[in-house]
């Protein structure tokens, strides 16, 4: 079913507790936790609770819920005093997605060059 946990997704094991992480705010329906591997001074990752596997399935699927991502990423870059910020949903391999539970990563807090590499 679309949207249902996955056994074999490190994503929805944070979300179940099973993995942890610092969280730094959780929705009903989302959770926001820190990089492991952060790229920025803020570098914090927002994904849904439920289980889609990039942001053009999400989106497909369940609009709203993709809204609630990109509120969420508004949230998480005013409780770290951002001015500016940067969202990028890596979508498949080529663009350098590993993991295939969908995140926003939410990048700040240092000059951030355009474009991307
Ligand atoms: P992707 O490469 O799929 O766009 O992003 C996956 C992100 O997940 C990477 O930036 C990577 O550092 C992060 N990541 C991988 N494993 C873990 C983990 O166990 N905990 C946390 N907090 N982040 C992780
Ligand atoms: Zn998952």
Redesign the pocket.
């Known amino acids: 079913m679309p949207g249902e946990p996955q056994d074999d997704c490190?994503f929805c094991k944070?979300v179940e507790g099973h993995?942890p992480?610092?969280i730094v705010r959780e929705t009903p329906t989302t959770v926001a936790?820190?990089?492991?591997?952060p790229q920025a001074p803020t570098h914090v990752?927002v994904i849904p609770k439920a289980h889609y596997a990039n942001a053009a399935v999400l989106a497909a699927a369940d609009p709203a819920l993709a809204a609630d991502l990109l509120r969420e990423a508004q949230e998480v870059a005013d409780e770290d005093k951002l001015e500016s910020y940067r969202v990028v949903f890596?979508t498949g391999t080529g663009a350098?997605?590993?993991?295939f539970h969908v995140?926003a990563?939410i990048l700040g807090g240092r000059g951030l060059q355009w474009p991307p590499g």
């Open positions: 490190l944070i993995v992480a610092t936790f820190r990089d492991i591997n990752l890596n350098g997605q590993t993991v995140h990563h």
